[in-house]
Every structure is written in C-alpha cells, then in structure tokens.
C-alpha cells in the first residue's frame, strides 16, 4: 500500500500538517531537528508523494502526453525516443499513445490525456486519404488551456507550433538523384493526401522532374498510407506503368516494394531502384542497403519538448516552429536503369 502523510505522522508523532509543511517544502517554522525527523521517517518508509493529487494542488503534474501514428515504424518510435530522454532530462514524465493512424483515437487520446491531467500534448497526427481530426482536437486543448506542439505532421491551417523537416526538399533531392542516375518513369507512392506532408513530398517530386524536363504522368504515381502493405500493392502498378525506379515516400512502404520486386524476380538496383524517406535503422541493414532521404527523428522529438516545455513555462512569444533540413543517404538501392547501362556498354 502506498505510505501516505497521515501514516509519517502517526509514526513520528507529529501533527499532519507538520508534516504535509516539510514534505511539500512550504515555509514553516519547524525546528531542524524535527524536520530531519520527518524526512527521515519518509525515507524510511519509501513515501512518495501522489502525484496526481500534487498536480491537483499545484495545477501542474510535470507529465505531457506524446500521441503518435504508428509506435512500429521505427521513425516515429525514434521519436518517441528522444522526446523520453529530453523529459526525463527536465525532470517530466511522458505518457505515450499510439493512434494506429486512426483519426478518431487522436480525440479518444486527448481525452484521456486531459482526464490525466498532462500539462501539454506533442502530436503525430493521425491521417488518412482525405481528412484528420486536428481541429478538433486543437478545440478540445484550446478549452482546457493545453499547449500543443506539433511534430513531423504539420497543420498549416491551424496556429500551432511545431518541429519538421522540410518535406518538399526531401522529395525533391531523392526524385533528382533518381533523374541524374538516368531514369525517366520514376514512380511514386505518397503518403495519404490528408497529410501536408505527404503533400509536400510529392510537390518535391514534381518540381525535380519539371526541372528536368520530364512530363508529369499521373500513373505514376500512387496514393499510399505509409505501411509496407501499400507499398507492395502499389508498386505492383506501377511496374506495369513502367516505373524503372519507385520513390516510396516512407522507408515502410520502400519495404513492401522489396517484396513485390523480390516476387517478380526483380532484381535491386539492376532491374528496379528504389529511394525511400526516412532512414530508420534497418534501413542500412536491408540485404541492399536502401537510399533514402534521412531526418533527425531522434533530435525532432527532443526538440519537441523543448519547445513544449517553453510554452508550458511562459516562453511562447521566444519560440518559433523548427523545420529540420533532410539528406540524402545514398546506397545500394538506386543505381541507372537497365537501359543506360546496356547503352554505355
């Protein structure tokens, strides 16, 4: 059973509220002596305050809450990572939610979290092709007075802080290294277009190929949902299109296109190249190792309670939203098409 103030007092012989002075630190005019006294019955007892009903008290329980789509993708739980560290390092705790990239559990979480009594919320929001529930659940924070920080999936219509990489950039450096390499039908699997970023790693595709001259072919490119299983079905059209090369705008889904390649007898990169985005740690362990567009998933979730604890603190008006800048990490999936390489033989 948990050792309450009641029970030091009854062991000590002091009053409650002798005791509850000392061990909430409130100023009193209680001798050393006795005081010492108290602290070391606590000790003694293994007393821990009850947090919650701390928070209750003070209006604030140094817990926030992290809400993320999907805690197997290695990216978000790189994340989730650094934003554990960076909260044990200020003396926070963190509870995490996974949304399954269900929409509706992002309202479910926030619910919980604020019957938990979290002094703020970071947010991966949960997408799918058309539509999220952020409004919604920025309402809901708004009413409560909960600071929310964004992080990775960003919502530009609504006031909101946030850490990102700059995903139009990132879409564009892995679609213009597959154009320098000589491909020409470069397929792409997006993210669900609920998703601005998602949006913009397309827009990135697009503008490298407009760079370069090459005509937009909307059979080209596929609506995903950043799980393999959609990368392994769309891939599998796209190479009846012709693709030479896939940009999967996720490493997950770049993994289900090994599969579906794997099946025809395709071989990487000689018969088909594939550029991810993400560079989760298996990534470079693969049997090929993939090229992909690297973000600092670990710093972005630090930075994104850093920035959340500034909020939390009276600091608003000295942050500002982060946009990270992505690389690109070249290996051994991407390589000239067939066709160029038989050309210069």
């Not at 000790?43 to 947090?51: G, V």
């Not at 995490?96 to 019957?115: A, G, H, Q, R």
């Amino acid at each position: 059973m948990r050792v309450t103030i009641k029970d030091i007092a009854r062991k000590t012989g002091l009053s409650v509220s002798t005791v509850s002075l000392v061990l909430n630190n409130k100023p009193h005019r209680i001798s050393d002596q006795t005081r010492q006294k108290i602290l070391d019955t606590a000790r003694e007892m293994n007393y821990h305050p009850n947090q919650l009903a701390v928070g209750l008290i003070k209006k604030k329980t140094n817990t926030i809450g992290l809400i993320i789509p999907d805690i197997t993708n290695g990216f978000f739980a790189e994340i989730s990572k650094g934003a554990e560290v960076a909260c044990q390092k200020q003396g926070y705790s963190m509870i995490l939610c996974n949304s399954n990239d269900n929409p509706k559990k992002d309202i479910d979480y926030t619910n919980v979290l604020l019957e938990r009594g979290v002094d703020g919320i970071i947010f991966a929001m949960a997408v799918n092709s058309t539509h999220n529930k952020a409004a919604e659940c920025y309402e809901l924070l708004r009413h409560f007075d909960k600071p929310v920080v964004l992080v990775d999936r960003i919502v530009k219509e609504l006031p909101l802080l946030s850490v990102s990489s700059d995903n139009e950039q990132g879409g564009y450096l892995a679609a213009k290294h597959l154009l320098k390499l000589g491909h020409r039908r470069i397929g792409c699997i997006t993210g669900p277009m609920g998703s601005q970023s998602s949006k913009q790693r397309l827009f990135g595709y697009i503008r490298a190929i407009q760079e370069f001259s090459v005509p937009f072919r909307s059979e080209l490119v596929a609506e995903g949902d950043y799980h393999a299983d959609s990368g392994y079905r769309l891939s599998q059209h796209l190479l009846e299109e012709g693709a030479t090369a896939i940009l999967a705008c996720n490493d997950m889904m770049s993994y289900g296109v090994y599969r579906a390649a794997r099946q025809q007898n395709l071989k990487i990169p000689e018969d088909l190249s594939v550029v991810g985005f993400d560079d989760v740690t298996f990534s470079e362990m693969l049997e090929v190792p993939l090229t992909t567009v690297a973000q600092p998933a670990y710093q972005m979730g630090s930075e994104a309670v850093n920035t959340l604890l500034g909020v939390i603190s009276g600091e608003e008006a000295e942050k500002e939203s982060l946009v990270f800048q992505p690389e690109l990490m070249i290996r051994k999936s991407s390589a000239p098409p067939k066709k160029t390489i038989e050309e210069e033989a």
